[in-house]
């Protein structure tokens, strides 16, 4: 088992930053990808970007590119999102999931990843 803790949620103004971190415990070594989606009410769930933890390869959904940085840091088996010029459709519920994927295509594919944080609340205003 693995286990997922998202932080760092909150309340921004747009144009605004936030840092979300994804803390693993547990068979970490049993995933090698982390990655983020995002929920919003009355949308599916969407893809937002995914690093490999060993190699460090990332990937980023066209809405993130430019704006959001993943980033790990393998001491403290955490990962980040960095988000910089948050807008209003940012707004959602951020979860992290870890998966063991060995495509670069497949990261942004919800059913590839295994276990899944509880998600963190990111509201951005106008």
């Known amino acids: 088992q693995v286990q997922l803790v998202e932080s760092g949620g909150g309340l921004v103004q747009a144009g605004g930053s936030l840092r979300l971190s994804c803390a693993a415990s547990?068979?970490?070594?049993?995933?090698?990808?982390i990655g983020w989606f995002r929920q919003a009410p009355g949308k599916e769930r969407e893809f937002v970007a995914a690093?490999?933890?060993?190699?460090?390869?990332?990937f980023y959904a066209d809405s993130a590119k430019g704006r959001f940085t993943v980033s790990r840091d393998s001491a403290k088996n955490t990962v980040y999102l960095q988000m910089n010029s948050l807008k209003p459709e940012d707004t959602a519920v951020y979860y992290c999931a870890s998966g063991n994927i060995a495509y670069i295509g497949a990261f942004g594919v919800d059913r590839r990843y295994d276990y899944w944080g509880q998600g963190t609340q990111v509201t951005v205003s106008s």
């Open positions: 690093i490999n933890r060993r190699g460090g390869t990332t």
């Open positions: 547990g068979r970490t070594f049993s995933g090698n990808v």
